[in-house]
């Protein structure tokens, strides 16, 4: 799921090199905290929240087959 979260933020920012993607596990739910430079941050959420809540979508999507929660949090 990392990876996923990095590849659309990347395509996303202006400044690709500040992605940092970490991904914490507690239990059966991983978190995934995504931190971009801040002048990218309101391209990361969008007007509001909606390109945060698609990416959500889309981690959730893809995590489904796996039967655990990922939540994505932008730092």
Do not use: C, F, W, Y
């Not at 202006?14 to 739910?29: A, I």
């Not at 991983?30 to 809540?53: F, N, T, W």
């Amino acid at each position: 799921m990392k990876e996923v979260v990095e590849v659309l933020a990347k395509a996303l920012v202006d400044n690709p090199d500040e992605v940092v993607v970490t991904e914490k596990t507690e239990g059966k739910s991983i978190v995934i905290e995504l931190h971009v430079a801040p002048s990218d941050m309101g391209k990361v959420i969008g007007k509001q929240g909606r390109i945060a809540k698609a990416i959500r979508t889309v981690v959730k999507a893809a995590s489904s087959k796996d039967n655990t929660r990922v939540d994505v949090e932008i730092v």
